[in-house]
């Protein structure tokens, strides 16, 4: 970690958007290496090599329904039941003018075609030797009724999984389904979380000398690195000291870690030292973002090892818990998530109707906290299908009031403009949050007969295309 030249003054740096912020960052992030986990471990990872079907899913024709398997050219009338065919064992061969009890899953018998489910049965007396019987009230169609074909699921050979997917629990049933016991999948980022300050305590700090605040920013922090799925290295706390700062950076860099996050002491006070810190042992690429909140962000890297290429990312995010949380989200999030091997890190964006007037700045873009949930449009029937994300402002929006984040979801994307954006206007947000979460919605109807869907997207006017 070689020292550089003298340190660049805060008010130095240019000012950049934060899209440029963004690219710059990713530009600056790899993927991390692949490692091999159980299946168990893997929810959550990103596949680093695509999967095959080593055989046919199912590996025999398999029952759909509980019923009897039959041959169908015997069709309707009363039958002796010749056997019971049960999942996970193997089945004699029917004979014409038999049929054979099937559950649902079990493999079809040789010699049956076609399933004829319960429902189309009645049961009959057992004959005077315990022969139990049925009658088919209602013949299978055609051969193959109710009967899943070999390999109609997923085929061998078939790739079901490729490299770049996120594994989530459906994912983890599929690998199961093919027997992917253990997976090449991207490492997890490490990411170290410092605060920064004198004034800064524990959280399980009670009796608060003067000038001193619990430090609501680490916590915040390490939990979001836990939501974005990174595994953290708790740093504490560092005095506004240089030799402090400089020994909890190095701490950072003998764990080692992909990722430092620092909370403090980035903006232009004389007590702000983590860029002039940066600016010795690495690179830094931007200390200021124009942007509302989080004006002093800063991003550099620090090259630890030549031979191993390893590096450091630094994320120097400002004091303001709001700020900070922001910042997060914005540019933090999409390097965790590139590390990890996203293939599209950057957050999602939707579009909103506002909930009521918000005010703009003239001076800088602002990302204001919202709370979306989905809502029927004004002035439409209940039973109109369809709906529309409305966005509800979390208050007042001061960078070190944290409750603006309470239940926040989204930020909506304001330019630097004067005046105000009237209700019920249509915004850009960016999510933070899974909307699975969001607010309980009204009642809304769920889709009803596809004559009735074919009404509103006449109602709504949309072409037949």
């Not at 014409?96 to 559950?103: E, F, P, Q």
Request: proline residues 8%; negative net charge; contains cysteine.
């Amino acid at each position: 970690m070689a020292a550089q030249g003298p340190a660049t003054p805060s008010a130095m740096y240019k000012m950049i958007s934060i899209p440029e912020a963004q690219e710059i960052v990713l530009s600056e992030t790899q993927p991390l290496p692949s490692v091999s986990v159980g299946l168990a471990d893997a929810v959550g990872s990103v596949l680093a090599e695509n999967v095959q079907a080593p055989e046919n899913v199912p590996p025999f024709p398999a029952s759909i329904k509980d019923g009897y398997a039959v041959v169908t050219a015997d069709g309707p009338g009363e039958y002796i039941v010749a056997f019971a065919a049960h999942a996970g064992h193997q089945q004699p061969r029917l004979q014409s003018g038999s049929v054979a009890y099937i559950t649902t899953g079990a493999p079809v018998p040789e010699g049956a075609d076609a399933v004829v489910q319960i429902e189309n049965t009645e049961q009959l007396p057992d004959k005077q030797d315990g022969e139990k019987r049925i009658r088919i009230v209602k013949a299978a169609s055609k051969a193959g009724e109710d009967i899943r074909a070999v390999g109609s699921d997923i085929q061998v050979g078939q790739t079901v999984l490729q490299a770049g997917d996120l594994l989530g629990a459906a994912e983890i049933g599929i690998l199961a389904t093919v027997g992917a016991a253990t997976l090449k999948v991207h490492r997890t980022p490490v990411v170290a979380v410092l605060s920064t300050g004198d004034e800064v305590v524990e959280p399980t700090t009670q009796d608060l000398q003067p000038g001193q605040i619990r430090d609501a920013n680490r916590a915040m922090l390490v939990a979001a690195c836990k939501v974005a799925g990174a595994q953290v290295v708790d740093l504490g706390i560092a005095r506004d000291t240089e030799g402090h700062v400089q020994a909890c950076l190095e701490k950072a860099i003998d764990q080692p870690v992909d990722v430092l996050v620092t909370t403090g002491g980035v903006s232009m006070g004389e007590r702000d030292l983590i860029k002039p810190l940066l600016e010795r042992h690495g690179k830094v690429h931007f200390g200021k973002v124009k942007m509302k909140p989080g004006k002093p962000l800063t991003f550099a890297t620090i090259e630890l090892d030549s031979s191993s290429k390893r590096r450091m990312l630094v994320f120097g995010l400002p004091g303001n818990p709001v700020s900070s949380i922001v910042t997060f989200n914005l540019v933090v999030v999409p390097a965790l998530h590139k590390m990890a091997g996203w293939q599209h890190p950057m957050p999602r964006r939707v579009h909103v109707r506002t909930s009521q007037d918000l005010k703009l700045d003239p001076e800088r873009p602002e990302y204001h906290r919202a709370t979306v949930h989905w809502r029927r449009p004004p002035k439409v029937s209940d039973s109109h299908v369809g709906g529309e994300f409305a966005a509800e402002s979390t208050g007042g929006q001061i960078s070190s009031r944290l409750l603006s984040m309470r239940s926040a979801n989204t930020l909506l994307e304001f330019p630097a403009a004067r005046g105000t954006i009237p209700k019920g206007s249509v915004v850009s947000a960016l999510l933070i949050q899974d909307i699975a979460g969001m607010p309980a919605s009204e009642h809304l109807t769920p889709t009803a007969s596809p004559a009735h869907y074919e009404f509103e997207r006449k109602f709504e006017g949309f072409s037949q295309d």
